[in-house]
């Protein structure tokens, strides 16, 4: 679905724009808010490409897990996560040792380093080592639970049971409060998840009214979740370094709905071209690389530039390296581990055999 492509890469910009524009004071030496006064107000409103990113994983990963079994789905998450996502680990590891840069320094031992290889650092209490981490234990966590949904079996009643269970369970979490049922439940994520995969039930069975109710709670529970990460940034870096304000993230998260909801009615269509494929490869590792980018290179080019030229000479930077991360590391790995099928006789009966051993 090549919309969902560009939706995607329109995410991963959005979070870079935050960084570069809003977030990364000790990169620049400055408060970007101040560099960037006209942008900032939008720029930051950035933080919430994540959320674009989560109701467009439980669209895809629903789409993904229909008629497929266990193994195939653990063997497909594998291969796109953690091939781009140990190269920037190591990048990440690289530049500190190497450099002595001190912006962003999660100031990590090799041990904690090596925890963090294994995504699940959270898990066990380790410092992430790049502060875009965060979202991939959550899509984790994501990934568990639609195992189990897997298990079960992936029916359209089923998944309305899941997503329905998983919405009422989000909300009694929010309100008790309790720190181990939201690492479970996830009551801040929840909603944009539950949103996606009910979207995806409206785009493959059509429009009915439970999905769509399901859609609706999770708008609701989202924009309280959202106002709550917005609120909880301002806090901490007061409201003229981020600029952004509570009608504007209700905006923000309306048109993240509405536009996903477009997609799921088949009325925002793109027709597929290479342009988007790559643009779509490259979103994953630009969401990984581009703290990267900004650490080693913002601070060389501040004193000869203008802070626009920087910005947009280190977005560039992150996309090219993006790119080639995808075209050079990615792709040559999802290939050599993809699985391989099974040549098909031109027999009757030996083709129906085969289509019917197909998960």
């Known amino acids: 679905m090549a919309e969902l492509d560009l939706l995607r890469f329109i995410a991963a910009l959005a979070v870079v724009a935050f ?3 809003v977030a990364y004071a000790s990169v620049w030496g400055d408060r970007p808010a101040e560099l960037f006064p006209a942008l900032a107000p939008i720029a930051g409103l950035g933080i919430l490409g994540v959320e674009l990113f989560f109701i467009i994983s439980g669209f895809v990963i629903l789409m993904t897990v229909w008629g497929r079994g266990l193994g195939g789905f653990a063997r497909s998450r594998f291969v796109r996560l953690y091939p781009a996502y140990w190269l920037s680990l190591g990048a990440v590891a690289a530049l500190y040792a190497i450099t002595g840069a001190k912006a962003l320094n999660p100031k990590l031992s090799p041990g904690e380093y090596l925890v963090n290889a294994t995504m699940l650092q959270r898990l066990f209490k380790v410092t992430d080592a790049s502060g875009v981490y965060w979202s991939l234990w959550a899509e984790l966590r994501f990934y568990l639970l639609m195992a189990v949904l897997v298990i079960i079996g992936v029916t359209y009643r089923r998944v309305l049971a899941f997503a329905g269970v998983w919405l009422v369970a989000a909300l009694g979490a929010e309100l008790l409060g309790n720190d181990l049922l939201d690492e479970i439940v996830m009551p801040r994520y929840a909603p944009y998840f539950v949103a996606g995969m009910s979207l995806y039930l409206i785009h493959k069975h059509g429009s009915a009214w439970l999905p769509w109710l399901y859609v609706a709670g999770g708008y609701g529970l989202s924009i309280n979740a959202a106002l ?35 997609v799921a009615l088949g009325l925002l269509r793109l027709r597929p071209s290479r342009t988007l494929t790559a643009l779509g490869g490259v979103t994953y590792p630009l969401y990984l690389f581009h703290g990267v980018v900004a650490v080693a290179l ?17 977005t560039l930077v992150a996309i090219l390296l993006s790119y080639l991360v995808h075209a050079f590391a990615e792709r040559p790995v999802q290939r050599l581990l993809k699985p391989r099928k099974a040549p098909q ?10 289509k019917a051993s197909v998960p």
């Open 19 to 21: 960084h570069y524009l």
């Open 345 to 354: 006789s031109t027999s009757g009966p030996a083709v129906q055999v085969e």
């Open 298 to 314: 913002i601070p060389v080019l501040v004193e000869d530039l203008p802070p626009w030229a920087v910005a947009v000479t280190a």
């Open 228 to 262: 709550g990460r917005v609120h909880s940034r301002v806090e901490a870096a007061g409201f003229k370094n981020m600029p952004v304000t509570d009608v504007s993230v209700i905006i923000t998260i309306t048109l993240i709905f509405a536009v996903m909801a477009l």
